[in-house]
């Protein structure tokens, strides 16, 4: 199996025989147009029962035989003279099931919701969990898209993906992403880069976008565009791009009408602006929301979002040489400060999770706590940028529910950040929801790694349900029994490896809230703590001969804890009340500074190297004990990459542990750093033909220390 199917492999079940009787033989569609995803929901019920009971199914489209599989909206139910007892009150995309032996009734509040109430039906049988009784599920939150860095074609048949790690661009491919973003819940794709350029929108690939639109319209999810904000001037004769230039809102009025006019359906635009080299309404002295609302008000008329991401920060300013207190994560909250209650409602500031950028470890953005008239999103990357990019296992929802059930105490009350997302907590007009950066490309296992697939689907339930998604083991669980089998050791073995998988990583690349340690200034992968300090980027550790951390205390340091609301803040400002795993991250401490946990920072960095590395080498020991009971194929994939993970965690380990004791001086208390006996150094080595010398950076990483 190449995984191309991922959890709607819909393999057939133990239980088969049992649920036949809840499985009535026809299926009862009450839509027949092809592009509703009603009609795509008979589709997938007629397939999915097939595949999983080897039963086969009729479809009609007319009637309403309660000794079948009704399938549509509660409507277009109440239309043929159905009525139920007792319907939970459902929302937009919300959805009923009622399952039992005289029929099953799948309705959905609109189309969307009838699409998601035959998913899960199908899961709830593919798991082999299927039993009679009726219940309701309404999402959580209204945004629930996925961003892809796709670029158009630069060359050859596909585009290549920003920070994708499973091929090239698949938008020029076939329909079968739509299908999988349907069955997790998801109603928005951004197709293209953050980093995006005029050329998405000119006239010809505007017709190229609107045939992408025409394949994702049939499961419920509309298209939206990242939008390079000088294009007036690229794309026209003005010679401007200012947000207020009424020539330029005219463009901007009329390319939106062009759109819609090509794809009615059209969700809305994506913007990054004044980051990272990408203009904005800055460079003409307007404001994010003057910028924000220029798109905003091009899209009302049509019922168009934009999301208007809040990573904007200057590079050109942060220079820590000439200024000790620049701090990026400060960034955000400076750029919006005194716009909350700026924007048009149809704006959702898209926010990254932590002030910094998609880091193994950062604090909830504060952002989110300066917008309470504001809709916002958080910005999750599914992508492992700076996760090992997976070609290791790491398993996000753990950190993910540590992010979202983070109690930010905003004026002292229960604060949960799925509250803010969901709008319940500032009574915000608008919900916002969730954004997850996905850069799936060609490869048949659509992420480059099997097992990273559970994060897209576990992203997916997330968003649904916000606060009260299933845990991260449950998701796991559910989505091992989808995607590879029911046999109580794959399911047991996929969930210890993937629980352990984040600690893990965490612990063997940057502890303490010292950020990830990757080389920063290109791939964001592997090794290269001497990368993060001195360059414009930003994400600084502040290590010298005795100490190591960012102060950002507003005592002493940049300020940026004060950036939380008081109960929060407070706890940050002090060492005594940061907790450990968040210590650098807010304090420049000692290598000898005393931890909660009593150990020295030092050694707890020594330390968590050698757990972490430890635990690595067990993983493809753990999954050999699934050989034969999951097909070959994947088997073979998946202990290649665990293997790889293995000996790359030890590079890892080896060269920030050398890193920090060359310049501290200060020995591992179980002398381990600096003693690789059992290691063959290159040195020793002979070269054969077709390998030649290459200089390891950073030199920590190379053999005999260089
Ligand atoms: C950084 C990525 C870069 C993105 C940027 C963003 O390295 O490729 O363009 O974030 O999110 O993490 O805009």
Request: aromatic share 12%.
């Amino acid at each position: 199996e190449n995984g191309i199917d991922a959890w709607l492999r819909y393999a057939p079940i133990p239980e088969a025989n049992s649920f036949k009787d809840f499985v009535p033989s026809t299926i009862v569609v009450l839509n027949d147009s092809q592009i509703s995803p009603v009609y795509t929901a008979g589709q997938e019920l007629q397939q999915g029962i097939n595949s999983i009971l080897g039963q086969r199914c009729q479809v009609a489209y007319e009637g309403s035989d309660d000794s079948s599989i009704i399938v549509g909206t509660v409507e277009a139910y109440a239309s043929t003279g159905g009525s139920i007892d007792g319907l939970q009150e459902l929302i937009a995309d919300g959805y009923y099931i009622s399952t039992s032996a005289g029929g099953v009734l799948i309705l959905g509040e609109n189309e969307r919701g009838a699409l998601y109430g035959a998913f899960a039906f199908l899961e709830t049988l593919a798991t082999g969990n299927l039993s009679a009784g009726s219940y309701a599920s309404n999402p959580d939150a209204p945004v629930r898209w996925v961003n892809q860095w796709d670029n158009m074609r630069d060359g050859g048949t596909h585009g290549s993906v920003e920070r994708g790690y499973g091929g090239k661009s698949i938008f020029f491919w076939d329909g079968q992403y739509a299908r999988l973003l349907a069955s997790i819940g998801i109603n928005g794709i951004v197709i293209n880069n953050v980093n995006a350029n005029e050329t998405t929108i000119n006239d010809t690939n505007i017709e190229g976008v609107a045939r992408v639109a025409d394949a994702f319209r049939p499961y419920g999810i509309q298209i939206g565009l990242s939008l390079y904000f000088s294009s007036p001037a690229n794309l026209s004769h003005l010679d401007t791009f200012d947000p207020l230039n009424e020539e330029v809102i005219a463009w901007w009025n009329n390319k939106t009408t062009q759109i819609y006019s090509h794809i009615p359906d059209f969700a809305g635009y994506l913007v990054k602006a004044n980051s990272e080299g990408q203009p904005g309404p800055l460079t003409y002295n307007r404001t994010l929301a003057e910028g924000a609302n220029l798109f905003a008000r091009a899209l009302q008329p049509h019922g168009g979002t934009v999301m208007f991401r809040a990573f904007v920060y200057d590079s050109k300013t942060l220079n820590q040489t000439t200024n000790w207190k620049a701090d990026r994560a400060n960034a955000a909250v400076e750029f919006f400060d005194g716009l909350d209650g700026k924007f048009e409602d149809n704006v959702v500031i898209q926010i990254k999770y932590g002030p910094i950028d998609f880091q193994v470890r950062e604090p909830v953005s504060p952002l989110f706590t300066h917008l309470e008239n504001t809709a916002t999103s958080i910005e999750l990357q599914i992508t492992q940028e700076y996760l090992g990019q997976q070609a290791h296992l790491v398993y996000l929802p753990p950190m993910w529910r540590e992010l979202l059930d983070f109690d930010l105490r905003v004026d002292s009350q229960p604060t949960p950040l799925t509250s803010i997302l969901n709008g319940s907590r500032f009574g915000t007009k608008r919900a916002g929801g969730y954004a997850g950066v996905v850069n799936v490309g060609t490869n048949t296992t659509w992420l480059g790694s099997h097992l990273a697939m559970s994060n897209l689907y576990a992203f997916g339930k997330t968003a649904w349900y916000g606060a009260s998604a299933p845990s991260p083991s449950e998701i796991i669980d559910t989505w091992t029994r989808l995607t590879f089998s029911h046999d109580p050791t794959v399911i047991s073995t996929i969930n210890a490896l993937s629980l352990a998988s984040w600690p893990t990583y965490e612990n063997y690349t940057g502890n303490l809230g010292l950020q990830t340690l990757t080389d920063i200034l290109l791939g964001h992968y592997g090794p290269n703590p001497a990368s993060q300090d001195g360059n414009p980027w930003g994400q600084w550790t502040r290590a010298d001969g005795n100490s190591i951390g960012m102060d950002r205390t507003v005592s002493n340091g940049t300020g940026f804890a004060g950036q939380y609301p008081t109960e929060v803040a407070e706890m940050y400002e002090r060492i005594e009340t940061t907790p450990d795993e968040l210590m650098l991250w807010f304090h420049h401490v000692g290598y000898t500074q005393k931890l909660h946990s009593g150990k020295t920072v030092l050694q707890h960095i020594y330390d968590a190297h050698y757990e972490g590395a430890a635990m690595a080498q067990t993983f493809p020991v753990q999954w050999e004990g699934l050989k034969g009971l999951v097909d070959e194929e994947r088997y073979e994939h998946v202990l290649y990459r665990l293997r790889y993970q293995a000996g790359h965690s030890l590079v890892w380990r080896d060269s920030i542990c050398n890193f920090y004791f060359n310049k501290s001086g200060i020995a591992d208390e179980l002398g381990r750093v600096g003693n690789y006996r059992y290691r063959i150094e290159a040195e020793e080595m002979e070269l054969v033909e077709g390998y030649k010398v290459y200089q390891v950076k950073p030199f920590e990483a190379g053999s005999g220390g260089g």
